[in-house]
């Protein structure tokens, strides 16, 4: 009996099923991932913060983003200047000329210290620490961690209490503290990455008054200690990013650090800090003209005109509690220099390679943001 040829309407229907089972599987397959998907986006906290890892091309993270002006926004009612204080780079003297002359109402860690009996306030206030001062603090810890967490459970920002945050922590406290409506407006002194260090070294020598205190550094040299005892490299990239003192960054992280601090920080310079005051007292609607500022601009750089070595004071946030160990002459200390091309300042430029860098470009941005601070005073002075 001869073979029969396969049926062409058979084959087809075969080829029409397989067709068919391998759509419905793709279709499956499409679903359970778009539902899978769309599942965890409901798990994030923030769905906007998702939709802009998607559709956003900003460079910046989600915290620096949503949460803080950008140095070309005009201010507004609605922000809260806060203070990055790097150590050893003039913070205490701004939280002094702000809070002690000028007068104004500061965030920081003094205003939870238990002896103010403070620290267990379930709302906010703002009040006067000491008698016969006219300082005001508000009554959480913008310093650490748990403070900050319950400086933004308690509203800091939209309170409006604070006339200006100070604090150590600045990738913490801007993810924290403020919000797309109630932004953070960011200002930091920067310093020469070695000199900072220098100081450090010699200063916690000395600082009893200090947490970090390490009278063991006095039998060290500088070389020994930043080759064998120093863990603090890099602290300025790793601090604008949230990494741990111990955590490695390299070349991408710098470049984030950079877009931030260029996007976001109004900077200021240790050894500029004069043209610094004025330029943020501007940003700050603080009249530079007005007889209270002139004479707390003169007690702390001289008349105008007069060249005044500055006593930059640098109580580190540990001993901040404390008026008397917070003395100018205690806390502004003599030290060696180190000489560019020294082994010493070889070794602490290579291990604070990336700082060295974002220094570089903050010393660049400086010269940039005079423009733009020059229009902001354009601008106060046609809207006045």
């Not at 087809?12 to 986006?41: G, K």
């Amino acid at each position: 009996m001869p073979r029969q040829s396969p049926d062409p309407s058979l084959k087809y229907r075969i080829t029409l099923a397989t067709i068919l089972l391998l759509t419905l599987h793709s279709i499956t397959t499409t679903n359970n991932s778009l539902f899978v998907r769309r599942r965890s986006l409901r798990s994030l906290p923030d769905i906007r913060e998702a939709r802009y890892l998607h559709e956003t091309d900003s460079t910046l993270p989600p915290w620096a983003h949503f949460n803080l002006k950008s140095v070309h926004s005009r201010p507004d009612e609605t922000e809260t200047p806060i203070f990055w204080h790097i150590p050893k780079c003039g913070g205490t003297t701004a939280k002094r000329f702000y809070g002690d002359c000028l007068h104004l109402t500061l965030a920081n860690r003094l205003g939870a210290s238990p002896k103010f009996g403070h620290d267990q306030d379930t709302s906010l206030i703002a009040f006067e620490p000491f008698a016969g001062s006219s300082q005001k603090l508000v009554n959480v810890d913008t310093t650490t961690e748990s403070g900050i967490l319950r400086a933004a459970q308690l509203g800091l920002a939209e309170s409006n209490l604070a006339d200006m945050i100070f604090t150590s922590d600045i990738n913490f406290a801007s993810k924290h503290l403020f919000t797309r409506l109630n932004k953070g407006r960011v200002f930091a002194f920067f310093r020469h990455p070695i000199d900072r260090l220098v100081s450090k070294f010699y200063y916690l020598q000395t600082a009893t008054w200090e947490n970090t205190y390490r009278p063991e550094w006095k039998e060290l040299s500088l070389l020994e200690w930043a080759t064998d005892h120093n863990v603090d490299e890099n602290h300025m990239v790793k601090k604008i990013l949230g990494k741990k003192l111990n955590d490695k960054v390299d070349i991408s992280d710098l470049i984030l650090a950079k877009e931030i601090v260029r996007h976001k920080f109004f900077v200021g310079k240790m050894d500029e800090m004069e043209e610094s005051i004025v330029r943020f007292n501007i940003v700050l609607g603080v009249n530079n003209d007005s007889t209270e500022v002139r004479q707390c601009m003169k007690e702390y750089f001289g008349d105008e005109g007069e060249k005044v070595e500055v006593a930059v004071t640098d109580v580190e946030e540990e001993g901040e509690g404390d008026r008397a160990k917070a003395d100018d002459k205690k806390n502004s200390h003599a030290h060696p220099k180190v000489q560019e091309g020294s082994p010493e300042w070889e070794l602490l430029a290579e291990r604070n390679s990336l700082d060295m860098i974002l220094y570089n470009y903050v010393q660049l941005l400086f010269n940039q943001q005079k423009n733009i601070i020059e229009g902001f005073r354009e601008w106060k002075t046609a809207v006045e």
